[in-house]
């Protein structure tokens, strides 16, 4: 896990996780997956509200008009942000996202972005809150 943190003794029910990126090592799926096994944490993947490719470029783009990479993005751009909904979330079936939700225990949405301002996962929170009521709290490393 980031930091080194340790699952042991956690809240968690589930953890949902949008799109694999082998690029850090504690987000790799297969580690991720038995480290939180091991926790006794449910995973799912749910590649459907993944960001395309072409989406993903599009942020890249405004990335680089801004200046900043994407570690370093304290926000996502607004075509980026009005495709994502549209052309993802809009089409999203986030019933049965819904359904697989613990019952008596927190629930996360894992992608590799720090800030969730940042990154699609906080649209996807944003519509659950919406339109399921449910609570959101988004975590922060500090």
């Not at 395309?52 to 008009?65: F, N, P």
Request: contains cysteine; aromatic residues 6%.
């Amino acid at each position: 896990m980031p930091g080194g943190g340790q699952l042991s003794g956690n809240p968690w029910g589930s953890v949902f996780r949008n799109r694999r990126q082998a690029e850090y090592a504690w987000a790799n799926s297969r580690r991720l997956q038995s480290a939180l096994a091991d926790a006794g944490i449910d995973y799912r993947h749910h590649r459907e509200l993944a960001p395309t490719t072409e989406l993903r470029q599009l942020q890249y783009a405004a990335d680089s008009r801004q200046g900043v990479g994407k570690r370093h993005r304290r926000v996502l751009d607004a075509d980026y942000v009005r495709r994502y909904t549209a052309e993802i979330l809009d089409k999203a079936d986030l019933e049965i996202v819904v359904a697989e939700l613990p019952a008596t225990a927190p629930a996360a949405l894992l992608c590799v972005e720090r800030d969730p301002e940042a990154c699609h996962r906080a649209l996807i929170a944003h519509r659950l809150s919406l339109r399921f009521a449910l609570t959101v709290e988004h975590l922060k490393p500090t």
